[in-house]
């Protein structure tokens, strides 16, 4: 949720998708604003954005106090129910852009029209400022320019739609380039391709583009860091316990507070507000996540395996037999069932504070809900793990990361008002996710006399970024065939204070990161210059 979002404004004739700008692609850290009501909201001084991520003071008041309910959530972001043309990503905030960034007088004055506001600034400013200033060796400086642009989307919506606008924007991008409007001296330039560097999500957005929309050939390579490719598991954690809360430090000892004090400090306030704001509990997040085909892309795909190459990533512990799944699609096994304690998606979550009978059937939440997942799946069909020829990845492992779901089971006797019965009244569930169960495995809503066990969601602990696993963001194949030199990279927490920047929504703010992005642009360029050498000298022959 990297991208800064509003209302779109509408103007007549309007069916487009999005067209957010950028080719520097991040995750949901783009603003995103409103596409309707552009007069009255004006009229009224209503602030149209939805989601700003740079804007502490917006995102408490809209997702971080207690009156930001799960149906308030929902109604802002995603309105009554998702439609494509109901945001945008806020490219144009001037009172953001003069904050966050400032163009040079002297030589670039287009950062603000090169998509740059549209991203999280917080998240992506530094790095993307240290690229622009970048000092390139000769002969690459020489041959080529690197004016950096960045593409923030809308990531409520699907990856296929998002992926055309991207390749729009390349094809805008580089006609524009040719009739020299962001060159500093005003002269015309000869573009021919762009190099997308990605994050997160975005990955798919630049495989979408390129695999399902044609744009490759306009693409001299790829750099995706900290892609799904296979989805995560913790889409799915999260839907069920929310966002999971900071539980320790590098080593998760003591020892952490005594090195680190006021780091660790910042990282337990700060990531405790993140899981309020971002959702505070499993009804939170499914609200906005099981109503957007972008979020539902996100979740395992019929490609995850798990850290160590299985298919079944969930395991349940029914009373008689152990429930492995999923035994074919996730998205037939797990994603569409309704009753089960180990369904991803508790229907009376997708539209909080409406009731079911006075809402059409054919367009209730579970029927709306249905459909946003065929659209997912259909997109996973497409893409599958198609990658540009010219593709390198990075990922993360070393942080506690969900690349499975593994339940377990405590046999439990109703008694009523008992001294010790703590749980009589239910969980809240915040960072956690425990039940009570029927014989029928079931879920309820509080301890009765059908509850017959307790079962109890784990924790992450396995390897990867937090978020994405080791085993989705290494899954594409890049290493096989004839060409020898890796194009994977591991990021691993080999200091103590890593950890702070290794996350997986500040992963460009790692050295680390930065490091392995400039070496794969550097051997990009270098064989594009060793290609036209070479064409050069068979035509001289």
Not at 88 to 111: G, L, P, W
Request: aromatic letters at 10%.
């Amino acid at each position: 949720m990297g991208s800064r979002l509003k209302r779109k404004e509408k103007t007549v004739g309007d069916t487009d998708q999005n067209e957010a700008k950028s080719e520097n692609q991040q995750n949901s850290g783009s603003q995103i604003q409103h596409k309707n009501g552009s007069k009255s909201n004006k009229q009224n001084n209503e602030d149209p954005r939805i989601w700003d991520p740079d804007d502490a003071k917006f995102m408490v008041k809209k997702f971080g106090k207690r009156s930001a309910t799960a149906a308030k959530r929902k109604a802002l972001v995603i309105g009554p129910e998702f439609n494509s043309n109901y945001a945008e990503v806020d490219n144009n905030n001037a009172k953001h852009n003069n904050e966050k960034f400032k163009s040079d007088s002297n030589s670039d004055r287009t950062r603000a029209e090169r998509g740059w506001g549209g991203v999280m600034w917080d998240s992506n400013g530094e790095f993307i400022i240290k690229l622009q200033t970048h000092f390139w060796p000769k002969p690459h400086d020489y041959c080529f320019e690197f004016p950096v642009h960045a593409f923030g989307y809308n990531w409520t919506d699907s990856s296929e739609n998002t992926g055309l606008a991207l390749k729009q924007y390349i094809d805008r991008t580089i006609e524009e380039h040719k009739r020299g409007i962001y060159s500093p001296d005003g002269l015309q330039r000869e573009c021919k391709y762009v190099i997308l560097i990605t994050h997160s999500m975005g990955g798919l957005v630049a495989r979408s583009a390129c695999m399902l929309h044609g744009v490759e050939k306009k693409v001299l390579g790829i750099i995706h860091g900290v892609q799904p490719a296979t989805g995560a598991p913790a889409g799915y954690w999260r839907m069920k316990a929310g966002f999971e809360r900071p539980r320790g430090g590098p080593s998760r000892t003591w020892w952490d507070w005594l090195r680190s004090p006021l780091k660790m400090a910042r990282h337990h306030i700060l990531g405790r507000i993140a899981a309020v704001i971002l959702g505070t509990d499993g009804e939170e997040v499914t609200s906005l996540m099981g109503n957007m085909p972008g979020g539902l892309e996100l979740l395992p795909n019929k490609f995850y395996t798990d850290n160590k190459s299985n298919r079944e990533w969930l395991s349940y512990p029914a009373q008689y037999r152990q429930v492995k799944l999923p035994r074919g699609t996730p998205y037939k096994d797990i994603y569409l069932l309704k009753d089960e304690v180990y369904r991803a998606v508790n229907p009376e979550w997708l539209d909080p504070g409406k009731e079911e009978s006075k809402i059409p059937k054919q367009k209730g939440p579970w029927q709306l809900y249905t459909g946003y997942l065929q659209q997912a799946e259909g997109f996973h069909d497409r893409v599958q793990t198609q990658f540009h020829p010219e593709t390198y990845q990075f990922y993360v492992t070393g942080l506690d990361s969900p690349d499975k779901i593994v339940f377990t089971r405590k046999e439990h006797e109703h008694r009523p008002h008992h001294p010790h019965n703590q749980y009589e009244r239910g969980f809240t569930n915040r960072g956690t996710y425990r039940t009570y169960v029927d014989k029928y495995e079931h879920p309820l809503s509080e301890d009765t006399k059908a509850a017959t066990a307790l079962v109890i969601m784990g924790m992450p602990d396995e390897m990867g970024d937090g978020t994405v696993p080791v085993s989705s963001g290494n899954a594409l194949q890049l290493d096989t065939g004839p060409v020898q030199k890796s194009r994977t990279f591991e990021i691993v927490k080999d200091k103590s204070d890593d950890l702070f920047q290794m996350g997986h929504q500040n992963i460009f703010s790692c050295p680390k990161a930065h490091e392995i992005i400039f070496e794969c642009i550097w051997h990009l360029v270098e064989n594009r210059i060793d290609e036209e050498i070479g064409t050069r000298k068979e035509t001289n022959q």
